[in-house]
């Protein structure tokens, strides 16, 4: 086999290897907006229950919360997710960091309960920072 021969095989490779990584990015990147249209979904529904709790709900609130109920179901089929259930802290989903001293407990807090020295207090994980789209099209300013 030549040098020619050799090169363009390893050339011909190397494509192949290209064109698996960016379909593999691509389905990452679907997967992470899916994820996050869902999200989006779950916080509205959830706004307009607290509205329709707290006596501030408007007159169609419970068609939208059906309506919403019913793209979420549809949304959950599409993508085989399952976005009502989160996974949970130390589920594995979620690596937790080393801290000096080969402790994933971290430094003492101030808050940890006193019965466990080294223990950290519960973080809620489930907010996102980020705004849904609906509000970055209006022009509303970013609440920081």
């Known amino acids: 086999?030549?040098?020619?021969?050799?090169?363009?095989?390893?050339?011909?490779?190397?494509?192949?290897?290209?064109?698996?990584?960016?379909?593999?990015?691509?389905?990452?990147?679907?997967?992470?907006?899916?994820?996050?249209?869902?999200?989006?979904?779950?916080?509205?529904?959830?706004?307009?229950?607290?509205?329709?709790?707290?006596g501030r709900g408007t007159a169609d609130g419970q068609a939208r919360v059906d309506q919403l109920i019913s793209d979420i179901a549809a949304h959950e089929s599409q993508h085989g997710l399952n976005i009502a259930d989160p996974p949970q802290a130390g589920s594995g989903a979620q690596a937790q960091p080393d801290f000096p001293g080969g402790s994933s407990a971290g430094p003492r807090s101030a808050d940890a309960p006193s019965g466990d020295p080294g223990a950290m207090p519960p973080v809620d994980n489930t907010t996102s920072f980020f705004s849904a789209p609906d509000d970055e099209a209006s022009g509303a300013a970013p609440q920081g």
């Open 1 to 54: 086999m030549g040098l020619m021969d050799r090169v363009k095989a390893q050339a011909t490779q190397l494509a192949q290897q290209a064109q698996e990584a960016a379909q593999d990015g691509k389905a990452r990147l679907d997967q992470a907006q899916a994820g996050r249209r869902g999200d989006i979904m779950l916080r509205q529904l959830g706004a307009l229950v607290y509205a329709e709790r707290t």
